[in-house]
């Protein structure tokens, strides 16, 4: 007999309008995410991406609709098999704690009464920072590891309580080329694996590059499927409110944003150019 | 060298107030910690404040000191808690208007009811006063905070350094910042006998600051502000006695110029650091941009 914990999608998000406080920000979403799927949410500053993650995590005010994860509604807490990275600019890189130690945290509710960690504990800490290339720098400190570490260490922190969903936020904002391609190896090297990974970010040729499936948001859903569908001009105009082109070059999708510029907001211009105006 | 340490142990008040700077100095050492690196400093400041407006309250009303300094920090905690929940607004804010408030009723308080309260043992500690009911506060206290810490240490650790997380992993975490909250007032109204309200704040500041110039590691920086706590709160005692200066001062002098040690220090050993890579680093000895010289 079937359970809905093993058949059911990974993520159902219905009718979910949300927000803080009064203040609502997602208007009636409808997202449903199969498990093993790769999804990426974009969408402009303020649209709500970074809401649809803390609505998951129970950490946004429900207005209205509902939010299962794995067939279980999702109330106070968050289910159990949900890994989070938070923006790295949340953490604080010179806590006293080593690559190891932060791991290690992921496993804190296991024996929550046990002042110290198992054997076993630490051996599947090393396990998975060796899958994602992290063993020799175990004993580093954070502020001793390079953005696409940093991004490594935290899916580890994830991963070590069996996380089958990753919900990962802006995992390449503010990285260089290298390390961006670093994290997104990662993460379809965890996607290849099975699990179902959701993430936001403001890269649209990486997510027309890479991922299979895109989330259009402004407040609403906006688009959602392949990037080759959703990345149209009608739909980044609907989405960014800006306009953008779009190419077509042998299979691959391109996003340029190549519109002329508009005129400054007033407040912009420079004080002595208005007097020379 | 050995009367300067026996001598005060003759002393009945003595070998209680240093039973008790002991008890407290571990207590407020291990607290620091977390304090410093939750960045809420002015925490015991703040409810040392009210412990102050509790006692002055208490006292008013009758009851013991003790009484009017649990009541208040206790109320204290949990505003603070709940203010700092509500979003927009930080511990900092939120201390601020709770413990000035229960100050304030305290000092209005006073001046209302006359009441005879040794204001200056109050506000820089006393080990003259400390009696077998300060004793059995600090030694409750301090094992209800070994007991706690021991129990919650990983989550305290996860709450400290990623809440939003820790709150992924199932941690309760506003149980966790409640427990802190709570623990932290129990400390200061432990400490309020032989530190005084005023001197409390640093004593939850000082042996992390130092221990953090120091180490590198978590464990390592709890064990090393832990054992500050209590040797700075020995040698203030000792210092206490022979000088004839209340002793709070004398453990928070003791505990700044080690801070200032181990600030000097760290800085020298920087310095030495960089001068010994820039002359390891001599002429010869560094990679040369190939494409720079072909272009020269």
Avoid at chain 1, 158 to 164: H, M, S
Avoid at chain 2, 215 to 226: E, P
Wanted: hydrophobic share 50%; charged share 20%.
């Amino acid at each position: 007999m079937d359970t809905p914990e093993l058949t059911a999608p990974a993520l159902a998000l219905r009718g979910l309008a949300a927000g803080y406080g009064g203040a609502r920000i997602l208007h009636g979403l409808d997202l449903q995410v199969d498990r093993g799927e790769l999804v990426g949410l974009v969408g402009p500053s303020g649209s709500g991406k970074t809401t649809v993650l803390r609505a998951i995590l129970a950490r946004a005010d429900r207005h209205a609709g509902t939010v299962e994860v794995f067939g279980r509604a999702v109330e106070r807490r968050v289910p159990a098999r949900v890994g989070y990275v938070p923006q790295l600019g949340s953490v604080d890189l010179d806590f006293p704690l080593t690559v190891l130690q932060v791991v290690l945290l992921g496993e804190s509710e296991r024996g929550r009464s046990r002042p110290w960690f198992t054997r076993a504990e630490r051996r599947r800490a090393l396990e998975v920072l060796d899958e994602l290339g992290l063993a020799e720098l175990s004993s580093r400190s954070l502020r001793a590891l390079s953005g696409g570490q940093l991004q490594r260490t935290f899916l580890a922190r994830a991963l070590v309580r069996d996380a089958r969903l990753l919900l990962l936020d802006e995992p390449t904002s503010g990285v260089d080329l290298a390390t961006r391609r670093d994290v997104l190896a990662t993460v379809s090297a965890l996607h290849q694996r099975g699990l179902t990974v959701v993430l936001t970010t403001h890269d649209l040729n990486m997510v027309a590059a890479h991922l299979p499936r895109t989330v259009c948001l402004n407040g609403r859903i906006t688009a959602d499927g392949p990037p080759a569908q959703v990345l149209t001009p009608q739909v980044l105009q609907a989405t960014y409110g800006a306009p953008m082109r779009v190419i077509h070059d042998r299979g691959r999708v391109v996003v340029v944003d190549d519109a002329p510029l508009g005129p400054p907001a007033p407040a912009l211009v420079f004080p002595e150019r208005r007097r020379a105006s | 060298m050995s009367e300067l340490l026996l001598v005060p142990l003759e002393y009945a008040f003595f070998g209680r107030a240093l039973l008790a700077g002991l008890l407290i100095g571990a207590m407020s050492g291990a607290l620091s910690v977390f304090v410093v690196l939750r960045r809420m400093s002015y925490i015991g400041h703040g409810l040392a404040h009210a412990v102050l407006g509790g006692v002055a309250v208490g006292v008013a009303m009758g009851v013991d000191l003790y009484v009017g300094a649990i009541a208040a920090t206790a109320l204290a905690a949990v505003l603070i808690d709940r203010v700092t929940r509500r979003r927009g607004l930080h511990a900092d804010a939120a201390i601020g208007v709770v413990t000035t408030t229960i100050f304030a009723i305290g000092v209005g308080t006073l001046a209302l009811v006359p009441t005879r309260v040794n204001l200056e043992a109050l506000l820089f500690g006393n080990i003259l006063g400390v009696n077998r009911t300060d004793l059995s506060v600090a030694a409750a206290v301090g094992a209800a905070f070994l007991v706690l810490v021991v129990v919650r240490y990983k989550a305290l650790v996860f709450t400290t350094f990623d809440p939003e997380v820790a709150r992924v992993h199932g941690i309760r975490v506003d149980r966790i910042e409640l427990l802190f909250s709570l623990l932290t007032a129990a400390v200061v109204v432990a400490s309020v006998r032989v530190l005084g309200v005023l001197l409390i704040a640093a004593a939850v500041v000082l042996p992390a600051a130092i221990a953090r110039l120091l180490t590198r590691g978590f464990a390592a920086m709890l064990a090393l502000s832990t054992a500050l706590g209590v040797l700075t709160a020995v040698v203030g005692l000792y210092l206490s006695f022979h000088v004839d200066v209340p002793s709070g001062p004398t453990i928070v002098v003791t505990g700044a110029l080690l801070f200032v040690l181990a600030f000097v220090g760290t800085a020298v050993a920087g310095r030495l650091g960089l001068a010994r890579a820039r002359r390891d680093a001599r002429p010869g000895t560094i990679d040369v941009d190939p494409i720079a010289n072909v272009s020269r």
